[in-house]
């Protein structure tokens, strides 16, 4: 008899704990496959990640979500000023939480920085390379930090906080 009430009470626990725990929507946000293979002759040859990256969402209701995409640390774009040279390996490019309320969008973490039209576009969305700015890592696509973003219709504010070096914090200051 105790048996069967013990196995009665596991069984009405596990039933209420997984009831009560939706842990949310997990999907894949985008799949971009844009590799560079260069061969040169003599018989060398040279293969990398280029543009490729994979976007993995949660949302855990309409407010609070997450987003983190794996890619080439290449589309960092970290500022010349501060790295001489790129890595390419793979890595974390974009790891934020989101917030979403009646004021406005907050995200912190590995953010977007989405410095002027063209920035704002994701990979899969470009169809031409990205412009000077970009190209010669004058502004960074995407670093650390915290953004906030308003909008009405086609009008929108966008303010980002970050440390301007892509990675770690160096010299101690943050851009605005």
Not at 12 to 30: H, I, M, W, Y
Not at 34 to 44: A, D, G, I
Not at 87 to 102: C, K, N, P, R
Not at 125 to 140: C, E, Y
């Amino acid at each position: 008899m105790m048996k069967w009430l013990l196995v009665l009470l596991l069984n009405g626990f596990v039933c209420f704990s997984q009831a009560s725990e939706k842990l949310g929507t997990l999907r894949v946000e985008d799949v971009l496959l844009r590799p560079q293979l260069l061969v040169k002759e003599p018989q060398t040859g040279e293969f990398s990640l280029g543009e490729s990256s994979v976007a993995i969402s949660w949302q855990r209701n309409a407010k609070l979500g997450a987003l983190v995409r794996l890619g080439s640390l290449e589309l960092l774009n970290p500022m010349a000023h501060f790295q001489d040279e790129v890595d390419d390996s793979l890595g974390f490019i974009e790891a934020y939480a989101q917030v979403t309320g009646d004021y406005g969008l907050g995200r912190f973490g590995l953010i977007p920085i989405q410095f002027g039209l063209e920035g704002g576009y994701q990979e899969s969305q470009l169809v031409f390379p990205r412009g000077f700015f970009f190209s010669k890592r004058v502004v960074p696509l995407r670093d650390l930090g915290a953004s906030y973003e308003v909008g009405y219709d086609n009008y929108y504010t966008r303010i980002a906080v970050h440390n301007g070096e892509s990675g770690d914090n160096i010299d101690g200051r943050m851009f605005v």
